[in-house]
């Protein structure tokens, strides 16, 4: 979703959903990718609109809580996080934990979004009508 990693975390990074019931942290110096916005038909549905994230290595994301942490089987072959209290989608990966070896981080997650930027989006030719992408970041068909 969020490309491969190409850069790192200069510091501890945390987040989680609305009520705090599922939170994350992510170690500094983990392998980080480029912020994307998304705008195929399911990030559209599970976020109503564009969904903006970033994948980080698995071996630098720590669960800190999970009590509300639920995943749902959105495909064939991912997962995407969410709390299952408050709703806040926070999260995918793929579902076979042979394969992955990162997880994408809603944008709206982090606790402090200062330092994210948005790159590019990915899936334009699925993006609803009822808006343009007038930002002149570069823009995909499908994935990047």
Not at 2 to 17: D, I, N, Q, W
Request: with cysteine; hydrophobic share 40%; charged share 20%.
């Amino acid at each position: 979703m969020a490309g491969l990693p190409t850069r790192v975390a200069a510091e501890t990074l945390t987040g989680g959903c609305a009520c705090g019931s599922a939170r994350w942290r992510v170690k500094a110096g983990t392998a980080m990718a480029a912020l994307v916005a998304c705008q195929c038909r399911q990030c559209n549905q599970m976020s109503s609109h564009l969904l903006a994230a970033t994948s980080v290595a698995e071996t630098g994301l720590t669960w800190t809580r999970e009590e509300t942490l639920t995943w749902f089987e959105s495909s064939d072959f991912a997962e995407r996080g969410f709390c299952r209290a408050c709703g806040c989608n926070i999260s995918w990966r793929l579902s076979d934990p042979d394969a992955r070896e990162t997880v994408a981080l809603m944008a709206g997650s982090f606790d402090d979004q200062s330092g994210l930027r948005l790159e590019r989006h990915i899936f334009v030719d699925y993006k609803p009508g009822y808006y343009a992408i007038t930002d002149g970041l570069p823009q995909f068909p499908d994935s990047d």
